[in-house]
């Protein structure tokens, strides 16, 4: 996707999948922070194109992070909090292999759509593990010594995956105690004894 915006630290995204999404009710990081909207945006490596988008906005991020605040924000020393690098930084996590991993937030619940244009009301349809295209805006900041981030503006829904939830289910669960010849949906008096 080109970048048409007049912010180069803003760019939108090709199919990219969406991990720890927080779409639809926001949540804070730690207790008294304020409650914000957010995703992990696995872009693959292999996606050249987005690719490159992100390293032009994420570089442009730096740029107006010096212009705006000075000698003070040194751009050598920036924490990075927003862009990581999957198999370097989360080599235990198989869904970021061959991935960057953008963490975005915004205070702002994202307006997310489906391909027509048609927008997202149904929760099922937002996930973590979904693929989608996402528009992202990195942003330099100046609290706790500087930093990158990034705001998760919007989605457009581009297919279903397996969902991250960690959840298994009953049948996996209670493999070994299923008995298929069963016939009630009552306790079995044995299960008390």
């Not at 080599?91 to 027509?116: L, V």
């Amino acid at each position: 996707m080109e970048n048409k915006e007049k912010n180069a630290a803003r760019f939108i995204t090709g199919p990219a999948r969406l991990g720890y999404a927080k779409l639809w009710v926001p949540e804070a990081m730690e207790e008294g922070q304020e409650k914000k909207y957010g995703a992990v945006v696995m872009i693959p490596k292999t996606d050249k194109a987005t690719v490159k988008l992100l390293l032009a906005a994420y570089e442009a991020a730096k740029e107006q992070g010096q212009a705006k605040f000075g000698k003070k924000w040194n751009v050598d020393k920036l924490k990075n909090y927003a862009l990581k690098d999957g198999d370097i930084d989360y080599p235990e996590k198989p869904e970021c292999e061959g991935m960057y991993c953008i963490s975005a937030k915004n205070a702002k619940q994202p307006e997310m759509i489906y391909r027509n244009g048609k927008a997202i009301t149904d929760k099922d349809e937002m996930y973590s593990g979904v693929w989608a295209y996402v528009s992202l805006t990195f942003y330099g900041y100046e609290k706790g010594g500087g930093g990158i981030g990034c705001m998760l503006n919007n989605l457009m829904k581009s297919k279903d995956d397996e969902a991250f939830s960690g959840q298994t289910s009953a049948a996996d669960d209670f493999a070994d105690i299923i008995d298929p010849d069963d016939q009630g949906d009552k306790p079995d008096e044995d299960d008390f004894m």
